[in-house]
Structures are given as C-alpha cells and as structure tokens.
C-alpha cells in the first residue's frame, strides 16, 4: 500500500466560496483519483488525475465546479468552487498502485453553511 | 447504468459465528471486484480483491465470484467486534477515465459480543 495524507482534514466554508484540498502520497503513482461521499451514501467518481495530462471528469462533474491539478506523480488537488450545502461531503483521493488496487486517503470532511 | 447493489442491513451476527455480506453487479463487462471495509469517521480500507470465478482466502476473509449469476460475497469467519462496520463491494468498469469503481451503498455489519 501507500501513505496518503490529505489536507484538510474538515472545514466549514461560507457559501460561494472555494476550498481547495490537497492530496499527497508518498510513492509516485501514475493515476490519482478524487472521489465524494455525500452523507450516508457510497463513494462516487469525481474525476481521474493523471500527471501530465487534463484531468477525466465522469458524468455529472464539471471542470468549472472541480477545477484538479496533478503538477507531479506524489501531488494533487482538487478545488470545489463556488460551494453550496449541497457540497457538503466528504472528498477522498485514492491511488491505484498494482491490478487496479486503489487505496483511499483519510479524506476531508467539509460542511458548507 | 452500471450499479451494484448491496442490502444495506444492519447485518447482526454474534461474535464467533461466520458473516455473510452478498453483492450483485449489473455491468457484465466487470471483470475486478474489491471489497473494503470502512469505520465510522474512516476512510475505506481494501480489504479483498477477486479476478476470477471462484473463492480467494486470506485469513478470516473469503471473497466468492460468480460471473455467470454476476454475484460477488464476503465471508468472514470467526466475528470480532472489531469487524463492525460497513462493508463496500466494488466493481471495476469501464468510464470516461479509462475505468472507474463503482461501488455500492454498503451492507453494515454489526458483531455482538
């Protein structure tokens, strides 16, 4: 497996604003992934981070909202923008290291008011 | 839509005894699939992945997949406490980012001493 850390650990923003998280492993690894859990539900697919490239937004996430950055192979962000309640979540980052293993970060628990 | 599907329990087993948690998937293209335990609070820990048709063991946790009837289990053997929590399948499809978990809602699992 891997360490990850992510940063922060929870916040509560004012709506309209941005938070930006920051997820960061301790290996390089090809492929990152931003995940949400909105409260009392499965993980959901935000987007694919690889290094290098334009992140891959799945159905229903936008880069305008999502805006990720994947400056190298131990680093990546991701902005949630303009925020509203509906926000509020918690946002994972994962890693794939061998056979489509992912391992999750300790995530960020964020409460928009 | 590709879905996978668990009963979201509470599942109640006394401690000792064996736990069953059951998963069916929807995406016959699914090839991979992970089950992870996640802790209130926690972020999800892999705990068992599977390929191919059959049983995979490791420790108190058997992991069983039935391509054919597209149903994935968990077994795990002699209860603990700590084995409370909620139990994630996850199956590995084909997304806009290449490929994409798909997880389901979780089956809670709650071990009575």
């Known amino acids: 497996s891997a360490v990850i850390s992510q940063k922060p650990s929870r916040d509560i923003c004012q709506r309209g604003t941005s938070l930006t998280i920051q997820c960061q492993v301790d290996?390089?690894?090809?492929?990152m992934f931003w995940y949400r859990q909105q409260p009392g539900q499965s993980l959901t697919l935000i987007a694919t981070a690889n290094q290098g490239s334009e992140a891959t937004y799945e159905s229903g996430f936008v880069i305008d909202k999502f805006p990720i950055s994947r400056p190298n192979l131990t680093f990546s962000t991701l902005t949630v923008s303009n925020m509203s309640p509906e926000d509020s979540s918690i946002y994972l980052c994962s890693v794939d290291l061998t056979s489509s293993e992912q391992f999750f970060g300790p995530g960020t628990r964020l409460t928009v008011l | 839509q590709k879905e996978v599907e668990q009963n979201s329990g509470p599942l109640s087993v006394p401690e000792g005894a064996i736990a069953s948690l059951n998963c069916t998937y929807s995406d016959r293209g699914s090839q991979s699939f992970f089950w992870y335990r996640q802790y209130s609070g926690k972020s999800p820990e892999l705990i068992m992945s599977i390929y191919s048709n059959g049983d995979k063991e490791d420790g108190r946790f058997t992991a069983q997949l039935n391509k054919a009837s597209q149903y994935v289990s968990l077994l795990i053997r002699d209860s603990q406490p700590s084995d409370s929590a909620t139990y994630l399948c996850a199956g590995l499809s084909n997304s806009n980012s290449g490929y994409a978990l798909n997880f389901g809602k979780g089956t809670s699992l709650l071990v009575t001493p």
């Open positions: 290996s390089q690894v090809t492929m």
